[in-house]
């Protein structure tokens, strides 16, 4: 009978180690579930809140590709103007230099006309010179005239009483 008890006793160790395996995963099981489930909870969040950031972040983006667009056009425009601006500003730069190559020449054609003028400044020098003596001397004239005429008038005032006239 040591046989029989063997056998019984067997399937009862079997069915306490199943139980106690039992046991065994389900408290790991227990604790594995108190770390998991508020971890996927947090995941969960965490992974909405990152869906929310990136939604923001690509309609962000899309304004502002919107904007550089606006910008890109109305700065394509502003550089058209700047460009017809700039070959006006050649134009006119060209047309100065062609006046000025030709006020250079009739500057090289005064030059002569400069020596004559410095020739005519002597000689207008000496001119006034000239009118001056001339001035001089008709006032020495009218001192002469006026004395004359003090020296005259009294024997005619004399004269003059006696002519009816």
């Given at each position: 009978?040591?046989?029989?008890?063997?056998?019984?006793?067997?399937?009862?160790?079997?069915s306490?180690g199943?139980?106690?395996?039992?046991?065994?995963?389900?408290?790991?099981?227990?604790?594995?579930?108190l770390?998991?489930?508020?971890?996927?909870?947090?995941?969960i969040?965490?992974?909405a809140?990152?869906?929310?950031?990136?939604y923001?972040?690509?309609?962000?983006?899309?304004?502002?590709?919107?904007?550089?667009?606006?910008?890109?056009?109305?700065?394509?425009s502003?550089?058209?103007?700047?460009?017809?601006?700039?070959?006006?500003?050649?134009?006119?730069i060209?047309?100065?230099?062609?006046t000025?190559?030709?006020?250079?020449?009739?500057?090289a054609?005064?030059?002569?006309?400069?020596?004559?003028?410095?020739?005519?400044?002597g000689?207008?020098?000496?001119?006034?010179?000239?009118t001056?003596?001339?001035?001089r001397?008709?006032?020495?004239?009218?001192?002469?005239?006026?004395?004359?005429?003090?020296?005259?008038?009294?024997p005619?005032s004399?004269?003059?009483?006696?002519?009816?006239?």
């Amino acid at each position: 009978m040591s046989n029989a008890s063997e056998t019984a006793e067997a399937p009862t160790d079997a069915s306490a180690g199943y139980a106690r395996l039992s046991e065994v995963f389900e408290s790991s099981a227990r604790r594995w579930e108190l770390i998991v489930y508020p971890s996927l909870f947090a995941f969960i969040i965490l992974a909405a809140y990152g869906f929310y950031l990136i939604y923001n972040l690509a309609r962000d983006v899309h304004y502002l590709a919107i904007s550089v667009d606006t910008n890109m056009t109305t700065l394509s425009s502003n550089m058209q103007s700047v460009s017809e601006n700039m070959g006006q500003l050649t134009a006119n730069i060209r047309a100065m230099t062609v006046t000025m190559d030709s006020i250079d020449n009739k500057v090289a054609t005064l030059e002569p006309m400069l020596a004559n003028l410095d020739s005519m400044d002597g000689a207008i020098q000496s001119m006034t010179q000239a009118t001056h003596t001339m001035g001089r001397a008709t006032q020495y004239m009218q001192v002469d005239m006026a004395r004359m005429n003090h020296n005259f008038g009294r024997p005619l005032s004399f004269m003059n009483s006696f002519i009816p006239w």
